[in-house]
């Protein structure tokens, strides 16, 4: 399997929940984003009554890299968080926040997989009144059909395996 072939799998599995936007001629690495923006509320006969209201949003950006290595994991994982920090308004009725960088790589140094399991960034805003921020990474090696991920992107890890490497 290619990345490309990879990629547009992935896509299309996010794009039952996700609004995905592709970016086919883009020369960075950047392949795709993938949004999901969830809001629940419960109310009592009226909606003015509101008991509680939560959002909850999921920011996923696809990288398209042929050799991963530290310093393009780096610089990846920086545009992502700050991109997606960008996005996130911490308000009352704000639950949570997920930032997921994605690496879909054909080979990586073993420098760039430490860095990747080694990420750990949160955010509460507030004391967590105003919700929180998690940031997931995840990566697969397509020549070995090895994935990584950091530790709260463990779930990031099995959906990459199940997506791509499932035999059909």
């Known amino acids: 399997m290619t990345r490309l072939e990879a990629i547009d799998k ?12 592709r970016f086919e001629k883009n020369e960075d690495l950047l392949a795709a984003t993938c949004f999901l923006y969830v809001h629940s509320e419960k109310y009592v006969l009226v909606k003015a009554a509101k008991l509680w209201e939560a959002d909850s949003n999921e920011y996923v950006y696809i ?8 310093d393009i994991f780096t610089k990846c ?21 997920y ?9 990586c140094d ?3 997989v430490r860095a990747l399991k080694r990420t750990r960034i949160y955010k509460s805003f507030r004391l967590s009144y105003y919700g929180w921020m998690d940031f997931h990474t995840g990566l697969i090696e397509l020549q070995t059909g090895k994935t990584a991920a950091n530790g709260s992107g463990r779930s990031t890890a099995q959906l990459l395996k199940k997506t791509l490497l499932k035999k059909t």
């Open 63 to 70: 990288f398209n890299v042929p050799h991963l290595t530290k």
């Open 77 to 97: 994982r920086d545009y992502a968080h700050k991109d997606g920090m960008s996005r996130i308004e911490p308000k009352p009725g704000h639950m949570c926040s």
């Open 99 to 107: 930032i997921t960088a994605l690496f879909i790589c054909d080979t």
């Open 10 to 21: 992935l896509c299309e599995s996010y794009s039952v929940y996700f609004d995905v936007e």
């Open 110 to 112: 073993p420098d760039a």
